[in-house]
């Protein structure tokens, strides 16, 4: 099949494809589908009719139906789970070093700062309760990896469909019977209408006062100045943030300024990793759509995942 890649070209992509046998081209009107590696505002107003179907590099769609270009005018395939050993393994370090107190030592700058560090160091090896809402595929990795900690795992889905390596599933119509059990709050949901904001004061008031929250799905999925005012009235513990709302987030904001937060730029997964990975899975869409028309990783553009 030929193909087109926008907005940019990722030279690493184009030569895994093109190595399986297709065909990269410059203009879209030549193209039998899509690899799409941008924002919502980077994407054709119009796709020509002979674009079979857009193989988005990213596994998040909400960039794209908030600028109203995910629509049903033609099939759409994501990356969903395809980054899951990279995000559960940034996951694990987010939460070991917001319970070792990085931040807090690092911005101390001395040693003498021991005690205080001593004195409220936690431990996964402490019978822990870890909530992973929105477990799907990277949750399936991430749990595995959480094991040898001896934690209690809660997994929380749309469907409630039972996810086999946790001790507990629920699905997200029961996610307030978890809030207040959970000492970490792993956030792994896409951005929908549903989910916009879903994080907000009244989730923080239910949750444990020492419990801290992890976020590595998307920045909106928590109402930040909310988290802002739960960090300052104690009412939880601390955050580790590897995307946030607005992201970036810009220079002097608070939550820069909170020795109990720790933030990553958006790396829970790398462009270079992107790059190598996404070629691999638009080999297979397209191999899936030549046999039976299937995709393996559609969207639904309606639900927006």
Wanted: no cysteine; aromatic share 6%.
């Amino acid at each position: 099949m030929k193909f087109a890649m926008l907005p940019r070209v990722w030279d690493t992509t184009v030569k895994t494809l093109e190595d399986a046998g297709h065909t990269f081209v410059e203009n879209l009107e030549d193209a039998d589908f899509l690899v799409f590696n941008g924002m919502g505002k980077h994407f054709p107003e119009e796709l020509p009719k002979n674009i079979k179907f857009v193989q988005n590099a990213f596994s998040g769609m909400d960039s794209l139906a908030a600028s109203g270009k995910l629509t049903s005018d033609v099939r759409w395939a994501n990356a969903a789970g395809l980054y899951g050993k990279t995000v559960a393994e940034s996951t694990l370090g987010l939460i070991l070093a917001q319970y070792h107190q990085h931040v807090a030592i690092t911005r101390a700058k001395t040693w003498k700062i021991r005690p205080e560090i001593d004195a409220g160091t936690r431990w996964l090896h402490n019978n822990k309760t870890v909530a992973i809402v929105g477990a799907g595929g990277i949750a399936e990795v991430l749990i595995p990896m959480l094991r040898p900690f001896g934690v209690h795992i809660i997994a929380v889905n749309n469907s409630g469909r039972e996810i086999d390596s946790a001790d507990e599933t629920y699905p997200v119509s029961q996610v307030d019977e978890v809030w207040g059990r959970a000492d970490i709050v792993v956030l792994l949901m896409p951005l929908t209408k549903k989910t916009h904001h879903m994080i907000n004061a009244d989730v923080f008031k239910k949750m444990k006062s020492d419990a801290i929250i992890v976020n590595v799905g998307r920045g909106p999925l928590v109402n930040t100045d909310d988290l802002v005012a739960a960090l300052d009235a104690g009412e939880i513990a601390g955050a580790a943030l590897d995307v946030t709302d607005p992201e970036p987030l810009p220079d002097g904001h608070p939550l820069w300024e909170m020795d109990n937060v720790l933030i990553t730029p958006h790396t829970a997964n790398t462009d270079e990793r992107i790059r190598t990975l996404v070629g691999e899975l638009a080999v297979k869409n397209a191999e899936a759509f030549m046999k039976d028309g299937s995709l393996i990783t559609e969207v639904d553009p309606e639900a927006g995942y």
